[in-house]
């Protein structure tokens, strides 16, 4: 087992981008592990543009970007070890799963910076005919971008958060005709002009209100699905379905190695420095949370780099409150505060699980501290101040959603 003194799994933006603060900071014993066969995390394969605008100044496409980010590590003499995949955390000991066999190791601090993933068929619980042609938005654009495999003709794409769009972008890109998007809430999961662009623009159906009941076909080969909307079943003819959106963190590793699992974030608690209640461990980017912008959890990364040196260097030591929340919250940070850390103004952000009207609270053992009325998109962030509040350590915090 080698002692190492910063480990930081996954090469993606905010994996990447805190090296590069941490190396800058001083640090060399740091070493970036990565299970794929090449860095550059989820952007690799979203071929279209829309990347590094705020970061890098540029307008790049997904793969264009990854390499950029691989290039300044390589450039900054960060050590990343490719296809080795973090298979388990034991008393501070990391497993690692490589091509030359089972390698440990035991870092000062480590930053799980694993991203998320799309849900895929078998989780959501859709009965009907098991198929290769049944894929995620990341499976398609790896088929499209990576592998240039066409894998069906004519597609239905299950949901439509703004990740459902861009499976649209890459199946025009792989010549894949789109037969409508499926959303079973009454309004889609993004911002409503874009419904109208599909349908007008793209001259593709978007029905809302409409429940996915079965997927049909024989011997492994998609034929249909069948729809459940107002009251009617319906078939809709296609070779294949995009299960689209409802991220979730990358976080099965975390939930089996920790106690401290945040069952409305799916992911670790974490204090307003991301760091856990295991104190040498910190999360950053979208392992925190479903989704957001690449550029964001870029940021991230360089903000928990600086927190990592704090612990490494000025030995911070923790005195941590938990914030619970109610089954409205979808996501909130932080779900631990430390007390002996500055408290920002814009103390929570969080997001709703549904499009709702209604009141935000936040309760100080009971009390309501913090109100704040919202119409919430369930796909944006929303921040909640807080006054000037003397907190102590057996204080308890609860944020609830009151729906109009
Ligand atoms: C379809 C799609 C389109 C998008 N379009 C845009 C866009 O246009 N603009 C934009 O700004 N953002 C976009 N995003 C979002 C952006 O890609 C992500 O927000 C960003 O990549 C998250 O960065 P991250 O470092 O947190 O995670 P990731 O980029 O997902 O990186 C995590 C890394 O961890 C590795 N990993 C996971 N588990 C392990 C393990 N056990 N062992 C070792 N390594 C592991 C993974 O292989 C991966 O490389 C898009 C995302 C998707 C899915």
Partial sequence: ??????????????GISAALELKKLGYSDLIIFEREDEAGGTPRHCGHLGFGMFEFKRVLSGPNYAKKLSKLASQNGINIQLKSTLTKIEDGVLTFSTPNGIKQYKPTCTLLALGARETPRSDRLVSGTRSPDIITTGA?????????????DKAVVIGSEIVSFSALMSAKHAGIKIAAIIE?????DSFCVIKYLVKYLLNIPVITNAKLKNINGE???VSSVTIFKDGKEEDIACDGVIFTGKFIPESSIMQKSFKDFNLNNYSLNVTQNFQTNSESFFVAGNALRGALAAFRCYFEGKKVAKNIHDYIRFKHQSQIIE????????????????????????LTTLRLKNRAKGVIKILLNGRVVSIKRVHALPFLSINIPWKDIELKVDDKIRLEFVKD
Wanted: glycine share 4%; no cysteine.
């Fill in 1 to 14: 087992m080698d002692n190492i003194q910063i480990a930081i799994i996954g090469a993606g933006p905010a």
């Fill in 184 to 188: 079973e809430k009454s309004e889609i």
């Fill in 323 to 346: 914030i619970s929340a109610d089954e409205n919250i979808s996501w909130y940070y932080p779900s631990l505060l430390d007390l002996k850390s500055p408290i920002k103004k814009h």
């Fill in 219 to 221: 011997d492994k080969k």
């Fill in 140 to 152: 398609l654009q790896r088929f499209t971008y990576l592998q240039e495999i066409k894998p069906f």
